[in-house]
């Protein structure tokens, strides 16, 4: 099985790209083409669940556990369709990789996907990710088997506003201090340098982002939950703002004219999330930044281990997409 040309496909996320494959571990990356197929095949290394849709509609679900062909039947007609693999569970740590595509038969591979004109970046944790968004209750099930990154939020809004996208977000990572303090020295503020936010704590040579391969128009922070949630101590308050607002200094200097929203919710035991960044908030305001928004949001926690449900997922789609589509001038076009 061989890989077709990075010029057929249209890849959302942080991929690394060679002759021999694709890898990836950020939650929701995909991989769309157009082509003329009896057959849809993919070779894929790794543990990871995706869906398979054809024309933007849902086929089936697949899981891979080591390495495995998945084969998916295309339609009759002979005719140019629009395929595309999601990776709706999380790697963290680990990814993924396509090491070949095939169409079967007399399959060919068309033009690329257009793009959109509109760009999203999401960077987060467990409730950007879609952790156990499927779970019916806390125990209902695992992480691997309830997760699904296109029924996030951040997906929801993506496809909802035809936006290009990156979901840049790891489960119990924090800003600073990670939940229970677990892995101290890979937090987000280190992780998101690296093309797969899954790899660094394993391989010591970790590919580093380039990130002038993608310019957000705008940027949903929505990060702190696991700096200020569970077991004491906390994440201090002096690191947290400052890493933050060194955050979005680094974005506006590589992606000028950057709009951001900043997300907080209701953290356990002590609440202190939404205090935290709304003065991050006015400190950046206060200091003549015109181009930031900040939304406190509340989730209705019921599905796995006290996460957002499918439909408290919806809800804030709902909620943050008219602040998006102001951020991004949208709401008119």
Request: hydrophobic share 35%; glycine share 10%.
């Amino acid at each position: 099985m061989s890989m077709p040309k990075e010029e057929s496909l249209l890849l959302q996320g942080r991929w690394s790209v060679s002759e021999e494959c694709l890898c990836a571990s950020a939650p929701a990356a995909s991989v769309s083409f157009n082509a003329t197929a009896s057959e849809v095949s993919f070779d894929i290394e790794g543990e990871a669940r995706f869906l398979f849709e054809i024309d933007g509609k849902a086929v089936k679900y697949e899981t891979v556990n080591d390495r495995r062909k998945l084969s998916f039947k295309a339609p009759k007609d002979k005719a140019s369709h629009t395929y595309r693999l999601v990776k709706v569970s999380e790697s963290n740590p680990g990814k993924i990789c396509i090491r070949g595509i095939e169409l079967g038969k007399g399959g060919s591979f068309g033009p690329k996907p257009k793009s959109w004109n509109r760009r999203i970046e999401f960077i987060g944790d467990s409730f950007t990710v879609g952790y156990g968004v499927e779970g019916k209750g806390p125990e209902d099930g695992t992480p691997f088997e309830k997760t699904n990154a296109s029924k996030s939020y951040a997906f929801l809004l993506a496809e909802g506003y035809k936006a290009d996208y990156q979901v840049n977000a790891v489960s119990g990572r924090g800003l600073v201090r990670n939940y229970a303090n677990i892995v101290p020295e890979w937090t987000l503020e280190n992780l998101y340098e690296y093309t797969m936010m899954g790899t660094p704590e394993q391989e010591k040579d970790a590919e580093r982002w380039d990130f002038g391969r993608f310019h957000p128009q705008v940027v949903v922070v929505f990060v702190g939950i696991n700096d200020f949630q569970g077991e004491p101590p906390y994440a201090d308050v002096g690191k947290f703002k400052e890493a933050y607002a060194k955050l979005l200094d680094k974005l506006r200097a590589l992606h000028p004219g950057v709009k951001f929203l900043l997300v907080a919710t209701k953290t356990w035991p002590n609440d202190d999330l939404g205090g935290v960044v709304e003065s991050i908030y006015n400190d950046q305001v206060a200091a003549g930044k015109n181009d930031i928004v900040y939304k406190f949001v509340y989730t209705e926690n019921t599905a796995l281990h006290g996460h957002p449900s499918e439909m408290s997922q919806k809800e804030l789609a709902n909620t943050l997409r008219p602040l998006v589509g102001r951020l991004g001038g949208w709401l008119s076009r």
